[in-house]
């Protein structure tokens, strides 16, 4: 079974200075990836996504991600934090072992992100 | 284009009581899913089907029961709530392979 695992419950920054949350996922085959936010009190919505193509992704609101396959990570970054990224940021994988397992995502715990002024 | 909606958005319940947590999607998507939302513990799969008629379950099933009988609608029933099912309980849809998954704004269920 997939597992992912996000370092970090809660990252701070400061307003302007670069945001990395990290995500490593246990596969013996890349699976798809997925960088979710919640803002508070609403559903998640997808920041990016890698399938197949270009290791480095990039997303909405200046994220990006890139995948490396040698050390199964997928870490998200943004070079300038501002205060509207305070957010949890969730990791998720696809499993491509079936076509059922390709629709599901397995989530990572999620990172609380705050940005200091 | 609704998306997926999710109602009631809060629910209070009494151990022991029965509810039934509504789904619908307006994208003719097949796959549909209830995750639960824990603190610390991401998202973790309830139930899911992958069309009208076919359902499944996922990491956490017990206690929860679905159905689907058309495809814009999956509700959720909770048979006899338990304080353990306190949580942000979320539907999602999803259109094909590695495409967007598509939430709901969630219920906040309450079991006391």
């Known amino acids: 079974a997939q597992s992912v695992t996000q370092l970090g419950s809660h990252v701070s920054v400061s307003e302007g200075a670069l945001v990395l949350l990290r995500c490593n996922y246990s596969?013996?085959?890349?699976?798809?990836l997925f960088w979710y936010v919640q803002y508070p009190n609403q559903g998640l919505q997808l920041l990016l996504k890698?399938?197949?193509?270009?290791?480095l992704v990039k997303g909405i609101n200046g994220f990006e991600a890139e995948f490396k396959k040698s050390e199964t990570s997928f870490h998200l970054t943004k070079p300038s934090a501002h205060m509207s990224d305070a957010a949890e940021y969730f990791c998720?994988?696809?499993?491509?072992?079936?076509?059922?397992?390709?629709?599901?995502?397995?989530f990572g715990s999620g990172t609380q992100l705050t940005v200091l002024p | 284009n609704a998306g997926v909606t999710q109602t009631p958005k809060f629910q209070v319940l009494k151990t022991g009581q029965s509810m039934t947590l509504q789904c619908a999607q307006d994208?003719?998507?097949?796959?549909m899913s209830w995750y639960r939302q824990d603190p610390g513990m991401g998202l973790r799969l309830i139930h899911y089907?992958?069309?009208?008629?076919?359902?499944d379950q996922g990491e956490v099933p017990n206690g929860y029961n679905v159905s689907r009988s058309t495809t814009e609608d999956f509700p959720l029933r909770l048979l006899s709530a338990a304080p353990s099912q306190t949580s942000v309980y979320f539907c999602?849809?999803?259109?094909?392979?590695?495409?967007?998954?598509?939430f709901g704004q969630g219920t906040r269920l309450t079991v006391v």
């Open positions: 089907s992958v069309g009208a008629g076919i359902t």
């Open positions: 596969s013996s085959v890349p699976p798809y």
């Open positions: 890698y399938t197949t193509g270009a290791t």
């Open positions: 999602a849809s999803v259109r094909g392979r590695g495409t967007e998954a598509f």
């Open positions: 998720a994988v696809s499993d491509l072992g079936s076509p059922i397992s390709a629709r599901q995502l397995t």
């Open positions: 994208m003719n998507h097949e796959y």
